[in-house]
């Protein structure tokens, strides 16, 4: 596995394709709706993307904690009007949410 500390975004994408030989873009989208989450592609507002196209990581979701017995919101999810940035992959049939704008 080699070792991407102190290496940009793009350059680790342009080692990872080089190798792989898959293409892979950078798009942004807005989030339409929060609950099932659906964004739609800036780039071409007719594409709607859904939990069968997206993979959200873990600190895109809400996240709480129990404090004393109250719930504290320590990490919200993605909500609707959000902008996002998203890594395309497999042909443009899988988008990586990878954070909010």
Known sequence: MEN?????????????TGRA?????????????????????????KIQLTSVN??????????SVSVGGVSVTIQRALAKDDKVYMLC????KKYLVLSRI
Do not use: H, W
């Open 21 to 45: 030989r898959l293409p892979v873009t950078i798009e942004t989208g807005t989030v339409t709706q929060a609950s099932p989450l659906k964004i739609t592609l800036d780039a071409d507002t």
């Open 4 to 16: 991407y500390e102190g290496t940009s975004i793009s350059e680790m994408l342009s080692r990872i």
């Open 54 to 63: 997206l993979v959200v990581p873990e600190n895109m979701r809400a996240k």
């Open 89 to 92: 992959y497999a042909n443009g």
